[in-house]
């Protein structure tokens, strides 16, 4: 058997260090904004093209499958060369932001959105391939989602505190402004990436289904409990009588706050711990979504909300440490991705059908099912013999 904290393949690579950490948390946060600020931008898509939600729905969700699109074709390809790549593509995405707010109509929008999470889907694939084959990875990728999740997450509440007039004609100006904050660190994330030599060096493997597929599994049941929830905020909180423009404000501070569930991975004993981490957080997902559709007011509601976001973090960076732990080059985990996008498109696709036939109770019941049979596949991919 293994050292617990040595990758399935053999690692030949050191730990990282803080800095190298912080790199690759600027490089993440610009790389994920789209998924976190996704209701900012429909709501400023329908306000400045006066379009309904599903046409604005559509048009941010094109930044999503860029992103998808360069995870699923391109990692190879741009764990080569990922120094220079990271330059670029962190350049190319704060100009597409810029572009965006520029845009006359919904159709050169999309395709400034679409361009977006093109270079979006490189950054991820730069960190994918930083995190591949490396010891202590969980405490990695519990630090680089904690500290990219705060960044997105009080670029939300910032926006959100402003005035919904001004957003919907700069929101895009100020998310590249905000980016080019951290634009330098983000882009020299690319020298932590797998170099050619190292890649090289690397011992051939085949993928190990075993394990794979339930790790997969996981993602897709826990990806869908999250945005299923998540695109049903907006109805629960109006049958509450919550005001619509205090919702999205809500959901970000909920967001900002739930991200301190990475820290369950973060701590020296994580590893051993994992599993039990990941049961426990399972189940707090499970109760609190059940608990959410049955709340009776906005205390209720918030907390609910929180719980759910924070088993969500405390879930994420051991799937995504897993994963590098079975990847040499970060394109396993790059290609990995794009099934958790799929499987957030079905929790938002099913969300309202399910409202509409189950009920409040019946939904959120159908949801905590899904958090409970997560479970025994987090026992197969996490197990001992897989360790």
């Not at 220079?84 to 597409?96: C, D, E, F, H, Q």
């Not at 994992?274 to 209720?300: C, K, N, Q, Y």
């Not at 499987?343 to 109770?361: D, E, H, V």
């Amino acid at each position: 058997m293994t050292d617990s904290h040595t990758p399935d393949n053999a690692s030949v690579r050191t730990d990282l260090s803080l800095r190298a950490l912080l790199r690759l948390s600027c490089a993440y946060a610009v790389a994920t904004n789209g998924t976190l600020l996704m209701p900012l931008f429909v709501g400023v898509v329908m306000r400045r093209f006066g379009v309904g939600d599903d046409a604005a729905t559509g048009i941010a969700a094109l930044e999503i499958a860029g992103i998808a699109i360069s995870c699923a074709i391109f990692p190879r390809w741009i764990a080569r060369v990922p120094r220079r790549l990271a330059w670029i593509a962190t350049l190319a995405t704060l100009l597409a932001q810029l572009a965006s707010a520029w845009m006359p109509d919904l159709a050169t929008l999309g395709a400034a959105r679409l361009v977006t999470g093109l270079f979006e889907g490189v950054l991820f694939v730069v960190v994918a391939a930083s995190l591949s084959n490396r010891p202590a990875a969980e405490r990695a990728w519990g630090v680089i989602i904690l500290v990219s999740g705060v960044i997105d997450c009080a670029l939300l509440v910032a926006a959100y505190a402003l005035p919904q007039d001004f957003i919907a004609r700069w929101v895009f100006i100020i998310v590249a402004a905000a980016f080019a904050l951290i634009a330098w660190p983000a882009a020299a994330a690319g020298a932590d990436a797998v170099q050619p030599v190292l890649a090289q060096a690397a011992p051939k493997h085949t993928i190990r289904w075993g394990i794979l597929i339930p790790i997969w599994a996981v993602m897709i049941l826990v990806y869908s409990v999250l945005s299923a929830q998540w695109a049903l905020a907006d109805v629960v909180g109006h049958q509450l009588g919550i005001a619509p423009e205090r919702i999205g404000p809500v959901l970000a501070l909920v967001s900002l706050l739930g991200t301190v569930g990475a820290l369950a991975a973060s701590h020296r004993r994580s590893h051993e711990l994992r599993r039990p981490i990941l049961w426990t957080s399972e189940l707090l997902m499970a109760g609190a979504v059940v608990w959410f559709f049955v709340v009776h007011g906005w205390a209720d509601f918030f907390a609910a909300q929180l719980l759910v976001s924070f088993a969500f973090y405390a879930v994420t960076p051991f799937l995504t440490s897993r994963l590098s732990s079975l990847d040499a080059d970060g394109s396993l985990l790059s290609r990995s991705i794009v099934i958790t996008f799929a499987a957030a498109f079905i929790g938002t696709a099913l969300a309202g059908t399910m409202l509409t036939q189950l009920g409040g109770l019946g939904c959120g019941i159908a949801l905590g099912v899904c958090a409970l049979v997560a479970m025994p596949f987090t026992a197969k991919a996490f197990g001992r013999a897989g360790a």
